[in-house]
């Protein structure tokens, strides 16, 4: 059987806790800042950040509002460090691929039936609390209706998929709780943008109106999943953009776009 290859942040994380192991890090020291680590490393901030939450579950640091990270435990080294799965930023990615295609194919076959269903799910959104329960199942059906209406049993499971891996995957799911807990909650207004497209039967805006979504939850999680608040740099979330464009083929125009649509 093929070995598990270990991801980039669980060889931060596995870094990290043999150097607190070791005694490089004492228990109530700071670590480094978030920016010091991604150069130490030579990895993104957000994989830092997952890196983090991954020894916070394993109850090693603890992040404090404002000041940082600080180490609380000694590892346990007769345990292995638990499978925390996939990351929000590593999902979210995969979802721009295939959601972004999806909402475009979906354009061209869908019918009125399925908006009317679009349009109960944004106004169920509106509706429950934007942290509840209710709430997130109301963006999950909608997302995954856009997947349904495609027609293709193919698209659908592979939405369905990565909507089970947000939910259930120990990191993800934590991220996203963090990101909650700081008002990161469905956006009406963003899933109303993507129905007028889909109306509008205009694959093109279908596909960047969900490209813009999709990019707004990952300036959010980087916003809610600071780390060092004092360290916040625009420069640096504008470079993540880029490489989020570069690696997806996405034109400069469609990355001036995101940009305009986050802005503030």
């Known amino acids: 059987m093929k070995p598990r290859v270990e991801k980039l942040y669980q060889k931060v994380a596995n870094a990290i806790a043999t150097a607190i ?123 995954t209706l856009i997947a349904e209406a495609t027609g293709n049993t193919v698209i659908n499971s592979v939405v369905e998929s990565l909507w089970n891996i947000r939910e259930h995957s120990p990191l993800c799911a934590h991220m996203f709780a963090e990101a909650r807990g700081e008002g990161v909650n469905p956006r009406v207004d963003e899933h109303q943008l993507i129905v007028d497209a889909l109306r509008a039967r205009d694959p093109e805006q279908a596909r960047r109106t969900m490209h813009l979504h ?17 360290e916040r740099a625009r420069s640096e979330i504008h470079q993540r953009r880029v490489q989020v464009a570069h690696r997806l083929g996405i034109s400069h125009g469609d990355t001036d776009e995101w940009q305009r649509a986050t802005a503030g």
């Open 21 to 143: 192991g070791e005694g490089q890090y004492a228990i109530g020291t700071r670590l480094p800042g978030e920016r010091e680590l991604a150069e130490d490393f030579s990895v993104s901030r957000p994989t830092v950040r997952e890196a983090m939450i991954a020894l916070e579950i394993r109850g090693l640091v603890e992040a404090r509002h404002g000041s940082g990270l600080y180490v609380t435990s000694l590892p346990n080294q007769s345990e292995a460090a638990p499978e925390l799965d996939v990351g929000a930023f590593e999902l979210i990615e995969a979802r721009i691929l295939f959601e972004g295609e999806a909402c475009a194919v979906a354009a061209t076959v869908i019918d009125d039936a399925t908006l009317a269903e679009l349009d109960r799910a944004l106004a169920d959104m509106a509706a429950f609390d934007p942290a509840s329960a209710e709430a997130l199942q109301a963006d999950r059906r909608f997302h």
């Open 214 to 230: 999709l990019r707004r939850v990952v300036e959010d999680l980087l916003s809610a999943t600071e780390l060092d608040v004092m």
